[in-house]
């Protein structure tokens, strides 16, 4: 009865077990994924802007060269290259404000992931003829402002030491990113209308937004940029001679740090767990190798030899694994599918970023963790079946009669 319980509790140790690693690298996955991706689509992964730009939040106009801009779309690796101008102002409907930063972009930009965070609405028509004074605004932000599509945001802006722009915007459509603190300083607009409020030229811009090809090696991009520039600085292209590349994780290395963080702590929790778990099997085993004691004399009485009785007891503790993963596998592949649909666990943006638990199942972490705790936990069991080579068959027998 005792030997039952504890096979039991072995095998929901290691069920227990598979799900809590499971589940913590969804986790991780999940805000490495949903993090990462949010930054990349809301600020490129790299930006070409005046030195000026490290700074601050909005960087001094430049006028790159054409053939400049040719050259860094044409380096292996870059998907796309768009000019953008930023700026920033005060958004008011009612007694509600909101600051607010302005994304000003045109027809070139590669607006796919806008796009696929719309919720309402639609994005400003950037290939209209003139200009439609739109805005593409976050839920977060029209929730404060207390707006929907189609209302009007009046926005306030200071440039420089002239006195305060005022202008009306129409909201086009609303966004969710996930990144609540980020959505609400967030806001996409024409870049003709940015333009004109900060009373900018035509050709003139914040900087140029690199997006890359999944898979591209961002360092790798980010030297030849630089490479580019101090070429073309050196044939007397001035118009380049104040530019600098910001990759995203320069822009936001206490993000990258903290979802490194998190990968990290991943490993620790599944190093505990899989302690705890081969405890368990191993106790486990010892128990069956005990309890089979006279069974083991009697085989080897017979002529067996002590490498296959041990092969018996380990494709027992493999099963009792086996049974506990499967269970293990379908209970945290299950609690991950809730959440990924209904979402019931949320989150304090201003602590994790994000107001929802993010989860993703990788399955080739997944198979690789099930494989690997198998093959460990089988390892790890030869040490305690290697009582069945001490057990003499007289003894046991004896102990039989």
């Known amino acids: 009865m005792k030997k039952n319980k504890m096979m039991r509790l ?17 986790v991780v996955a999940g805000f490495r994924e949903q993090i990462n991706g949010a930054l990349r689509g809301m600020m490129a992964d790299m930006t070409i802007c005046d030195v000026s730009g490290l700074m601050r939040q909005e960087s001094e106009a430049v006028v790159p060269s054409a053939e400049f801009v040719a050259e860094v779309g044409a380096i292996k690796g870059v998907r796309s290259v768009a000019p953008q101008v930023t700026l920033n102002g005060m958004a008011k409907s009612g007694d509600n404000v909101a600051g607010l930063q302005i994304k000003g972009i045109d027809t070139q930009y590669d607006t796919a992931w806008w796009q696929s965070v719309l ?7 950037l290939a209209a003829e003139h200009r439609g004074k739109e805005l593409l605004l976050s ?160 085989l080897k009485a017979l002529g067996m030899r002590n490498g296959a009785i041990r092969r018996m007891f380990l494709y027992r503790a493999a099963r009792l694994f086996a049974v506990g993963a499967l269970w293990g596998n379908v209970v ?50 030869l040490l305690p079946s290697a009582m069945i080579a001490r057990i003499s068959p007289s003894e046991s027998l004896k102990y039989k009669l």
């Open 139 to 298: 839920e977060a932000t029209a929730r404060k402002l207390d707006v929907a599509v189609g209302d009007k945001v009046e926005m306030l802006f200071a440039v420089g030491d002239e006195r305060p722009r005022r202008d009306r915007f129409k909201v086009s459509g609303i966004f969710r990113t996930g990144l609540e603190e980020m959505d609400l300083r967030m806001a996409v607009g024409d870049v003709r209308d940015v333009r004109r409020i900060a009373g900018w030229a035509d050709d003139e811009v914040s900087g140029y937004d690199v997006m890359l090809a999944e898979g591209a090696d961002a360092e790798s991009v980010s030297d030849e940029i630089f490479q580019i520039i101090d070429r073309r600085y050196d044939a007397g292209d001035e118009s380049v001679g104040s530019l600098v590349v910001n990759s995203i994780r320069e822009r936001f290395p206490v993000v990258f740090d903290w979802l490194k963080a998190h990968s990290v702590n991943a490993r620790v929790i599944i190093v505990i767990i899989m302690v705890v778990v081969l405890f368990n099997m191993a106790a486990a085993m010892l128990i069956m190798v005990l309890d089979r004691t006279a069974m083991i004399g009697s």
């Open 332 to 381: 945290a592949l299950a609690l991950v599918g809730v959440q990924a649909v209904w979402h019931p666990v949320e989150l304090n943006p201003s602590g994790y970023m994000l107001a929802e638990l993010p989860v993703k199942v990788e399955l080739w972490r997944v198979v690789l963790l099930n494989v690997g705790a198998m093959a460990v936990t089988v390892l790890t069991m």
């Open 119 to 125: 919720l309402e609405g639609a994005l400003p028509d």
């Open 10 to 26: 072995a095998s929901v140790t290691v069920g227990l077990g598979i799900a809590v690693m499971i589940i913590t690298l969804s």
